[in-house]
């Protein structure tokens, strides 16, 4: 056999499939330790070297409810529903606070690992899944702090708690579905991560964090629930204080199908540009 024959034999080229073809689950299974490798040094490296690490992580929210307990609580008078603003605020906002991370990290994770991107192949969607995923390990600092929030305040959790799982799932694949879009866009147009600060904040906006989705009239509700962040801080917010139900089952039907909509969208985009990354990065 000759050199050109044995390298012939030892070379094989993988590549991305063509057209609307979803990932493979067994393939992402084969690259399940890639996939927790990534996550862990995602988590690792993320507060190194800085003066306070993890108590950003608390520093934030805290540092926005307080701000907004002034201008909406005592001078806007935000219907809460009876609860005190500072805690109606902060509550919703535990779970933004880990959407809002994971988006961030997932929409540059591509752009963040150019180098091991460009050398090795992989399936390229772990590199903002590992992210996305990751984001989520911040949620038992600020859950902690609500806890203490709500001991201050008076309020036990009710048998609703149980389903926190579930909406800290869907804010996750809500994450997951836009960073597939933004992390692939990043490759093509470097605009995106310029962007991404100025469009998560306006989202927060959009979102009932700070008030409730009461305020909004009942004729553009449907089309408000298409923000899938609606039905995971209402939820959130009734799971943990209880109350009344926070959003009638239409929002959340609407919510939980945009959800999908967005993921699977994501998917088959990332996929469409995945043959170009190595070049364009």
Do not use: C, H
């Not at 890639?34 to 690792?44: C, E, G, I, K």
């Not at 150019?114 to 984001?135: D, E, M, N, Q, W």
């Amino acid at each position: 056999m000759t050199k050109e024959q044995f390298l012939d034999s030892k070379v094989q080229v993988i590549e991305p499939a063509w057209g609307l073809r979803l990932v493979d689950p067994f393939e992402l299974w084969r690259w399940r330790e890639l996939f927790v490798a990534l996550m862990l040094r995602d988590m690792s490296v993320r507060y190194k070297q800085t003066a306070i690490g993890i108590a950003w992580v608390v520093a934030q929210p805290l540092a926005t409810v307080a701000i907004f307990s002034f201008l909406l609580g005592k001078i806007g008078n935000v219907p809460t529903g009876g609860l005190p603003y500072p805690l109606f605020a902060f509550t919703a906002m535990v779970p933004w606070q880990m959407f809002s991370r994971a988006l961030l990290e997932g929409s540059i994770s591509l752009a963040n690992n150019r180098s091991l991107l460009t050398k090795v192949y992989f399936p390229r969607i772990l590199l903002p899944a590992a992210a996305v995923f990751g984001g989520a390990a911040d949620f038992p600092v600020t859950f902690a702090i609500l806890l203490l929030m709500m001991l201050w305040f008076g309020f036990v959790p009710g048998w609703q708690i149980v389903l926190m799982p579930v909406l800290l799932l869907l804010a996750l694949l809500t994450s997951l579905g836009v960073a597939l879009w933004l992390s692939a866009l990043n490759v093509l147009y470097r605009d995106v991560q310029i962007v991404l600060p100025f469009l998560v904040q306006i989202w927060l906006y959009l979102t009932p964090v700070l008030y409730p989705a009461s305020v909004i009239p009942e004729q553009w509700r449907a089309l408000y629930a298409m923000n899938p962040m609606v039905t995971v801080t209402e939820s959130f917010r009734w799971a943990v204080l209880g109350g009344a139900v926070a959003l009638d089952p239409a929002m959340l039907a609407v919510s939980t199908v945009t959800v999908f909509v967005v993921l699977l969208s994501g998917v088959v985009y990332f996929r469409s540009i995945e043959r170009q990354m190595a070049d364009r990065i």
